[in-house]
């Protein structure tokens, strides 16, 4: 099963232009801060991004304008949030690539979704000796909650292995996804190494066998346009935060059909169609999983986000990460001792670079270019079974979004090389 994707390069005038970049860079009010004298230099998109203009309005605009509880108010405020929050659900189906409104759930995050599916979906199928895909480049986000599905089941947990240079080792695919397998759990890109999986092909060697596919979107959505019908999986989770919206919001979308049979995850007000003291039936798709006051405002305000993304065009915008990562993959290479985690190749990955450095610890990498007001991150990226595999306790991560630019990474590449001649290496 051959791995790579192709990923066709864009004309060069379908590239955002260096004025274009500007502009956005304009629309986030946090990077025009000087933090300790030094114009911040923010590297550290993989754990969040910044917020435009447009977003922290709306977050304000909400709160000013038409505050209210959703779904059950008959007057006027009542009628506007719920109107502004479901515009938001349609609009988050049309950016998954057209899907049904009632198939995406809001969750807090890309962890609320997948453990949603744990413990709904999970505990009614998974059964003992049933097996469990995932990959040895899962965030904990996509692992802990099926460890401990399996260990509560007696179910077997697999995983595919990475090649040295970062990508899934199909080799022996075969023997690890088979008739046994109930679920593939995936990440669509990768937080640390940040390699695209190969989601289509695997699905449908999944779905060969009847089994399942969740894929996790948390990193790939800000990233590439993602259509979940044309990846083929049954269940796709994201978080806002990463993709220029609020933190507190994030999307699991499910096939119609596996949502209806799921019981719930959360119960109480809201998610109900009948009460009485002795049984409850459920509200119909997708407020069954959404019990309780959600997070109106800032469900409110991811939809800015999304326009904000549309407008720039999420072709446009892979093109500009694509050749900036490949500048920050050519940069970093050149300096003594440091060695890059992942493909190389751009066309396979996104712009989460993590790296460490032969003579230094990443965590003082990352204090040190914290000093000089550049944020990166250092650590184990909630990823400590990679890191075993990797062999490095952590890794230093700079990761990119459409508003950094190569000012930037040259910045970073300024700093790391005089980091290592203040160490005398
Ligand atoms: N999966 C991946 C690949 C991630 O990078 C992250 C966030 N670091 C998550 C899941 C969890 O996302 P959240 O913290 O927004 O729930």
């Not at 779905?207 to 993602?226: K, M, N, S, T």
């Not at 049984?279 to 800032?298: Q, S």
């Not at 915008?317 to 493909?343: V, W």
Request: net charge negative; glycine share 8%; charged share 25%.
């Amino acid at each position: 099963m051959e791995q790579k994707i192709q990923n066709e390069p864009l004309p060069l005038r379908s590239r955002l232009t260096p004025i274009e970049i500007e502009r956005i860079r304009a629309d986030f009010p946090i990077l025009e801060q000087v933090i300790d004298g030094n114009r911040l230099i923010y590297l550290d998109n993989a754990a969040t991004t910044q917020k435009p203009r447009v977003v922290i309005n709306a977050i304000s605009d909400y709160y000013r304008k038409y505050n209210a509880n959703i779904h059950r108010g008959l007057h006027y405020l009542s009628e506007r949030a719920t109107e502004m929050y479901e515009h938001t659900r349609e609009h988050a189906a049309r950016f998954l690539g057209g899907v049904d409104p009632s198939e995406v759930i809001f969750t807090r995050g890309t962890t609320e979704a997948i453990n949603l599916v744990a413990y709904t979906w999970g505990e009614q199928n998974i059964r003992e000796g049933d097996e469990i895909v995932i990959t040895e480049m899962e965030h904990h986000a996509n692992l802990v909650p099926w460890v401990q599905l399996a260990k509560r089941k007696h179910a077997v947990l697999k995983r595919i292995p990475i090649t040295p240079d970062g990508y899934l080792d199909l080799t022996n695919i075969n023997e690890i996804i088979t008739p046994r397998t109930k679920l593939l759990a995936i990440s669509h890109m990768s937080n640390v190494l940040g390699t695209i999986n190969h989601v289509a092909d695997l699905a449908a060697k999944a779905h060969e066998h009847g089994a399942v596919v969740l894929a996790d979107g948390a990193q790939a959505a800000p990233h590439l346009a993602v259509d979940v019908k044309a990846l083929g999986v049954d269940f796709y989770a994201l978080s806002s935060h990463k993709m220029l919206g609020p933190t507190g919001v994030g999307i699991l979308y499910g096939r119609r059909d596996l949502l209806q049979e799921m019981p719930p995850f959360n119960l109480g007000g809201e998610m109900i169609r009948e009460v009485r003291f002795d049984n409850v039936t459920w509200a119909d798709l997708p407020y069954k999983f959404e019990g309780g006051t959600p997070n109106i405002a800032d469900v409110v305000a991811f939809d800015a986000a999304l326009h904000y993304l549309e407008e720039i065009g999420m072709d446009r915008l892979r093109q500009h990460e694509m050749d900036l990562t490949r500048y920050t993959i050519e940069q970093l290479s050149a300096i003594p001792g440091i060695e890059i985690q992942g493909p190389k190749e751009v066309e396979q990955r996104g712009g989460a670079i993590s790296f460490t450095d032969a003579d230094l610890h990443p965590h003082d990498i990352s204090t040190y270019l914290d000093a000089k007001g550049i944020a990166i991150r250092a650590g184990h990226h909630c990823a400590q079974p990679l890191m075993r595999v990797l062999g490095k306790i952590a890794t230093a991560r700079a990761s990119i979004y459409v508003y950094n630019n190569e000012a930037d990474i040259n910045a970073l590449i300024k700093a790391l090389r005089g980091m290592r001649r203040y160490f005398g290496l």
